[in-house]
């Protein structure tokens, strides 16, 4: 026939490839750039402190497919380059930052404009989360601390504006072994420290 399959085939790929690309591009920029070097800055800041002596159960970070309603995307991953942004926490760390784990979801409602979120997380040799969070606090202007969840820990939430894209929201938790950190262009505050603390339990397991 005259080729129903492919121009399925081609409209699909478009939808797959193009579309993305356009609808995210504002917001893929902020959060390889802005959202990169908010990452590394919370590292540092771990790394600063020195407080390594913490106890507590032992905790493995992992990246599922799915997050409730959102969706793993890796070829948002590739345009907002998690590989990189990993190996750079990894060597921000000097070594504190092990088995780091990132990953890009994206939740599509129906009639609703989507959302993305990045996570980034990884162990750490027993950090004070006190005061790793005072320390984070302190510095990032803004800063409220919130709620852990349920696993415990330490919380904060800071908000920023950008040229690119407006107002976008960060929240980052740590506890006695693992540090994890959220990222979105699209929630305030408030609505980050609710997503953060329902997906923690799907990304934080410990170690039987």
């Known amino acids: 026939g005259p080729g129903p399959g492919r121009g399925r085939g081609s409209s699909r790929g478009r939808r797959r490839a193009r579309r993305p690309s356009r609808r995210w591009s504002g917001r893929i920029r902020w959060l390889a750039a802005g959202g990169g070097a908010v990452v590394l800055a919370v590292v540092a800041v771990i790394v600063a402190l020195g ?3 913490g106890s507590g159960p032992a905790h493995v970070l992992v990246t599922p497919a799915k997050l ?3 969706v793993r995307r890796p070829q948002l991953e590739q345009q907002v380059g998690v590989k ?5 926490v990894t ?4 070594g504190q930052a092990r088995h780091v784990v990132s990953a890009v979801y994206e939740d599509s409602p129906a009639g609703k404009t989507p959302q993305i979120m990045l996570f980034i997380g990884g ?3 027993g950090t004070s989360p006190g005061a790793f969070i005072s320390s984070f606090a302190g510095q990032a202007k803004g800063a409220k601390l919130t709620s852990a969840g ?3 820990g330490q919380a904060a939430c800071v908000g920023a504006q950008t040229s690119v894209m407006g107002s ?3 929240c980052t938790w740590v506890d006695n072994d693992t540090f994890g950190l959220v990222a979105s262009p699209a929630m305030n505050i408030s609505q980050l420290a609710a997503q953060m603390r329902a997906i923690r339990p799907q990304v934080e397991h410990m170690v039987r």
Do not use: D, H, I, M
């Open 68 to 70: 409730g309603a959102y």
């Open 168 to 170: 976008v929201a960060l």
């Open 123 to 125: 162990n750490l040799s």
């Open 91 to 94: 060597a921000k760390s000097a």
């Open 150 to 152: 349920p696993l415990g």
């Open 84 to 88: 990189q942004l990993r190996r750079e």
């Open 51 to 53: 407080v390594f002596g």
